[in-house]
């Protein structure tokens, strides 16, 4: 490690260089992305988080609607609290592995069926209670039992089995699983007492900080549990999140001081809002996509010269660059990108190409408009997305319609539902995951409703295949039939775009969620 | 009994039955809006078997009449229930908001009512002169800027350059009233400047309109001044006009904010109903829905009763 | 057309400039309504006279195409609350008695219904079209138009004038359109200049909503929206439609004070 590397990890650490900055020169000096991360992360640990101060985080994404039961978690503001009040048995690291939180040891039978959880013993509720393996049991049957509403059933689904050994949780899966323990790192599944049977809305957990008030819509008020068991996290007195919908609202409160974290940073302002003095913007690439989504058994759309001809008539460059400015990476078609463990990148990138798309839409033999639904919820500047592909399959002589449809029910009544609108997937920590979610036949949120048996047997296959190498290949098939055959139509990866200013410090970007994954109160500390 | 208070009683009665008929309205209105509470709740993430769950939960599986008078029962005897979406009590939750939205809407309404007012008589005073103009293109100007516009430029002057206020005007009870007033500083500017130019050029024009009559004419041969005139003589007699315009522009105040809620942060009842509908909560918009036509019902009433009181041929009628 | 003051010719000049753009809009925009020409957010330039919007189509376009439609929906929007909303308030303050009671407390309930549900309902269940949204504004404004014309209507039908068209045998048709229309017009006329730019800033706020004209048709206030994230940071494309709207509604009520003028001065009271 020479001189220079030293004096950039020091000023990374110190939060002088902008995260992607330092990897970029890192890089440029001779060293890996995977090597640059962790010298980065000790360097940042060496400068020593300090103990104290009040977090005021400034967030999108909540509303006066929301509950502290996790089964009803959903946007981006109860992810964040129960992230920083509650303990999943496991955590997933920046770079891919599983981290070992509540569950001190994890190990699985050699068939990957049965898989025990060793839960780690004096770790205290925020109502003094002890935790027992019992209580995490009973947290996993309660998001399980098919008369939940938990927004972690559909996860939950593949589990025959739970029950408690001792100090020890015993799961059983319906097929192998090598996956399990991403599952379990859910943000849904933080621990409750007793499950949270008796009062899934009480708030009581065993994360580093501990409820003081909680104002659905408006803030929410944590301060530091002072029994929490792991002392390397939760080094704020005091935390609040204060909800801020509006975009510039946000950027104006970072700027006043008000806050001094937000999420959400609009690409079209990054880089003006990272022109503010101590202001740091930090985009961390991330799994979440956004889509246009056809139903492949719906006319038109069940005319897969009429799906290709769509998607050669998107041109993603332009939209890569209008909507996120940069701040993301392009799509192939297929749900999975290289922030995925075993992606084959030697598939083709596809582009736009007029003469391509005009050639398979005279073969479908389609005519008149073809409707687009779209709608500001479904992703950032997912309107003007729709209205980039309307002229850009113009120039394809493909007509497109665009409806704007209201925020208001876009979920319900228009995604997974019309055959052809906007939508938005956050991506799954492995690829096992994603197509199980989305593209298995039998998955329910099959939103492009593709049914390919041969798909689905290799996607089992794949799910029980130890040799690394044949599964990477299995999953390169199967992308290369979700690109040729599927209803996806995927323009582009964004990554998460959020800021701090200099009263806080330790960033460490997380490609499985925004805000460090959530962790941003947990892992950053004051420097005021 | 006086007429005037006959009169009173029977708009209170009829504003009872009207309450009863915006609730029916309401609940229709919720019902016939595409999807319900259990998916908006499960939003992306539901699965039919979670819906299902939830719809049998919260008892949206019963028939709409029948939610509608369990409702129905529970509200006459006070008892809004709690909300479907997180089970909070709604009453509770409510009074918050709406001590919240009062607040607000009671500055702004303390500024912007007298202001307008006096604008509008200075405007009379000084018709077609310059101090009439300026007036008026000052708050046109005001009006014509869409809300969330007027209230990120006020934003980038006061909180971020200047930094005199807050641009979240996020406010608790743990705070003080001056620190209240601080913290509202910049919503009530905007909505001050946002309703002003409504009520100003009301006040002018029926001041203008009665300027022709006798009467004043006489008051001016009298020798009278000028802003005495107008303020003894004129405008008492345009009252009607003046006093329903501002009774809409106090109606806007606690209900049509929400734009403004929005942009600075402000705990609302606003932001809260909006929440709320595009949950399909229905008992939560029934409890906004029914305060919100209280407070229109409540201020045409207080409307109507001036109109009557200020015009002697009304109030004695033959 | 001698004795017009500059004031409001100058405002009746430029309403008609904004009239003759938006009828003659693709006649004269440079570009086509959603053609995409350059980067986002380009400066000033000779080929962009306004620079360019947030996805780089030239704005100066997107204003005169937008212009189009916020003049169209929001004339239609407001003549419709007007006829419909005087003709009832009048109406119901002259008839008085049981028809003045049952359509009061039928627009007081419909008043008393937040606005936002109201569009809310209406437009997730119906599509949202031009007409449909015309109608929608037009209906819930003629709410505000009917309870002032009837409040300037009921003190004005206790009026000797009026007693004595009565007496005359004059019908109640004759009583609201010759007697009481006139007498009503002035404060009438000043709440036409103002509900016209509310029905403009409605319009925008539908559009806020995801509720207004559907892309790519461009809306005024749609054009504020789509590139208001830039305002803090001296990003000026947001501020062109505000300017746009600005200037018109202070010259159509330029016209409107002038109407005014013209009206309380034909009362009969002095100089008439």
């Not at chain 1, 640990?45 to 400034?58: D, F, S, T």
């Not at chain 1, 992606?343 to 596809?350: A, K, N, S, V």
């Not at chain 2, 109109?307 to 009304?314: A, E, G, V």
């Not at chain 3, 709410?143 to 004059?170: H, K, P, Q």
Request: net charge negative; proline share 5%; aromatic share 8%.
């Amino acid at each position: 490690m020479n001189d220079e590397f030293r004096y950039l990890m020091a000023r990374a650490a110190r939060g002088k260089l902008d995260r992607r900055a330092f990897m970029g020169r890192a890089a440029a000096l001779g060293v890996t992305g995977a090597m640059a991360n962790t010298l980065l992360a000790t360097a940042a640990r060496a400068q020593g988080p300090q103990r104290g101060g009040h977090l005021v985080i400034g967030m999108q994404g909540g509303e006066s609607t929301n509950s502290l039961d996790p089964a009803l978690a959903a946007s981006q503001v109860p992810f964040t609290y129960l992230r920083t009040t509650g303990d999943t048995l496991v955590n997933i690291t920046p770079d891919g592995q599983i981290e070992p939180r509540l569950a001190e040891e994890i190990s699985a039978s050699d068939d990957a069926r049965t898989w025990s959880l060793k839960i780690r013993s004096g770790v205290e509720f925020h109502n003094g209670q002890t935790l027992t393996a019992e209580d995490c049991a009973q947290t996993l049957r309660r998001h399980s039992d098919e008369e939940s509403q938990s927004g972690a059933l559909g996860i939950m689904r593949g589990l025959t089995d739970i029950r408690v050994d001792g100090d020890t949780l015993v799961l059983e899966t319906e097929t192998p699983n090598a996956d399990l323990p991403y599952l379990l790192a859910d943000y849904h599944l933080v621990i409750q007492p007793n499950g949270g049977f008796d009062d899934p809305a009480a708030g009581i957990f065993t994360g580093p900080y501990k409820w003081v008030e909680d104002e659905p819509g408006v803030r929410h008020v944590m301060e530091k549990f002072a029994n929490h068991w792991d002392d390397s996290v939760g080094h704020f007195n005091s935390v609040e999140v204060l909800v801020i919908n509006d975009a510039t609202a946000r950027n104006s409160a970072l700027q006043s001081g008000q806050v001094q974290i937000i999420n959400r940073v609009e690409p079209r302002v990054a880089g003006l809002l990272g022109r503010a003095p101590g202001v740091q913007i930090h985009s961390t690439a991330g799994r979440g996509h956004y889509v246009f989504i056809m139903h492949c058994n719906t006319a038109p759309f069940d005319n897969n010269d009429l799906r290709m001809a769509l998607k050669y008539a998107i041109d993603r460059e332009d939209m890569l660059d209008k909507i996120l400015r940069g701040y993301g990476s392009l799509g192939n078609d297929m749900p999975v990108n290289e922030a995925y463990p075993l992606f084959d990148e030697t598939i083709p990138q596809r582009s736009f190409d007029p003469d391509r798309a005009r050639h398979h839409y005279e073969r479908s033999g389609h005519d008149g408009p073809i409707i687009l639904r779209t709608s500001e919820v479904a992703f950032p500047g997912a309107v003007d997305a729709a209205q980039l592909f309307q002229e850009s399959a113009a120039q394809a002589g493909i007509p497109i319609e665009i409806v704007r449809e209201p925020g208001d029910g876009y979920w319900s009544e228009v995604w997974n539902a019309q055959p052809f609108s906007a939508s938005y997937w956050g991506g799954r920590p492995v690829q096992d995951q994603m197509y199980s979610t989305a593209y298995l036949s039998t998955a329910d949120w099959n939103d492009t409703r593709f049914f390919n048996d041969h798909f689905d047997s290799l996607l089992l296959e794949a799910r029980g295949e130890l040799d690394l190498d044949r599964r990477k290949a299995i999953y390169s098939e199967m992308g290369m039939m979700v690109r040729d055959e599927g209803g996806l139509i995927c323009p582009m990866f964004n990554d998460f775009i959020d800021a701090h200013n200099a009263q806080v410090d330790g960033w460490e970007g997380n490609p499985n969620g925004e805000m460090m994954n959530g962790f941003a109160a947990v892992h950053m500390w004051s420097t005021a | 009994m006086h007429p005037v208070l006959t009169l009173v009683i029977q708009r209170l009665a009829l504003g009872l039955l009207l309450l009863l008929a915006a609730s029916v309205l309401i609940f229709v209105g919720t019902e016939i809006l595409p999807g319900d509470v259990a998916q908006a709740v499960l939003g992306q993430g539901a699965t039919e078997q979670a819906l299902a769950n939830m719809r049998a939960q919260m008892g949206l599986d019963q028939p709409a009449y029948i939610r509608y008078f369990q409702w129905l029962a529970g509200a006459i005897q006070g008892d809004f229930g709690v909300a479907l979406s997180n089970r909070q009590d709604i009453a509770s939750s409510i009074s918050r908001r709406l001590g919240n939205t009062l607040f607000l809407a009671s500055v702004a309404a303390a500024i912007s009512v007298p202001l307008a007012i006096f604008l509008g008589l200075l405007a009379v005073r000084y018709r077609d002169r310059w101090p009439d103009k300026l007036i008026s293109g000052i708050t046109l100007t005001s009006i014509s800027l869409p809300e969330f516009l007027l209230g990120y430029i006020m934003m980038y002057i006061f909180a971020v350059q200047l930094g005199w206020f807050p641009s979240v005007s996020n406010i608790n009870a743990g705070m003080s009233f001056g620190q209240k007033l601080n913290a509202v500083a910049l919503p009530a500017l905007v909505l001050t400047l946002v309703v002003l130019a409504h009520m100003m050029r009301m006040t002018r024009a029926a001041i203008l309109n009665v300027m022709q009559s006798a009467y004043i004419e006489t008051a001016e041969l009298k020798g009278l001044r000028r802003l005495t005139i107008i303020a003894r003589h004129a405008m008492p007699n345009s009252i009607a006009p003046i006093v329903n315009v501002v009774m809409i522009n106090l109606a806007y105040l606690v209900v049509g904010v929400v734009v403004i809620e929005v942009v600075f942060v402000y705990p609302g009842m606003g932001q809260y109903l909006v929440d709320h509908v595009s949950k399909r909560d229905v008992p939560v918009v029934q409890a906004c829905g029914l305060i919100f036509a209280s407070v229109y019902i409540g201020l045409n009433l207080v409307a109507d009763i001036v109109s009557i009181l200020s015009n002697p041929r009304l109030r004695h009628p033959k | 057309m001698k004795g017009i003051p500059l004031s409001a010719l100058l405002g009746m000049t430029i309403t008609a400039l904004f009239f003759l753009a938006a009828i003659f809009a693709p006649l004269i925009a440079p570009y086509g309504m959603s053609q995409t020409i350059g980067d986002v957010w380009e400066p000033a330039s000779d080929a962009h006279w306004l620079g360019t919007d947030n996805l780089g189509r030239d704005l100066l376009t997107r204003m005169i195409y937008g212009g189009r439609t916020t003049i169209f929906v929001a004339s239609a929007a407001t003549l419709l609350s007007f006829t419909l909303g005087a003709v009832l308030g009048f109406t119901a303050a002259v008839y008085g008695g049981w028809v003045d009671q049952g359509m009061s407390r039928l627009n007081d309930l419909v008043m008393s219904i937040p606005t936002l549900i109201f569009a809310l309902v209406v437009l997730s269940v119906m599509p949202v079209t031009l007409p449909i949204l015309i109608l929608v504004m037009g209906l819930l404004d003629s709410t505000r138009v009917y309870r002032l014309s009837r409040a300037v209507a009921v003190d004005i039908n206790v009026m000797d004038f009026v007693e004595a068209a009565r007496l005359r045998g004059e019908g109640q048709r004759w009583v609201i359109f010759r007697e009481i229309l006139p007498n009503a017009l002035s404060p009438l006329v000043a709440e036409l200049g103002l509900r016209f730019i509310f029905a403009i800033l409605f319009i925008s706020t539908l559009s806020f909503l995801g509720l207004g004209v559907q892309p790519p048709m461009a809306d005024w206030g749609g054009i504020v929206k789509e590139n208001r994230e830039g305002i803090v940071y001296g990003i000026p494309a947001a501020l062109y439609p505000a300017v746009a709207i600005v200037t018109l509604s202070i010259s159509v009520n330029l016209v409107a004070d002038w109407a005014l003028n013209r009206t309380t001065s034909l009362k009969g009271g002095r100089g008439g």
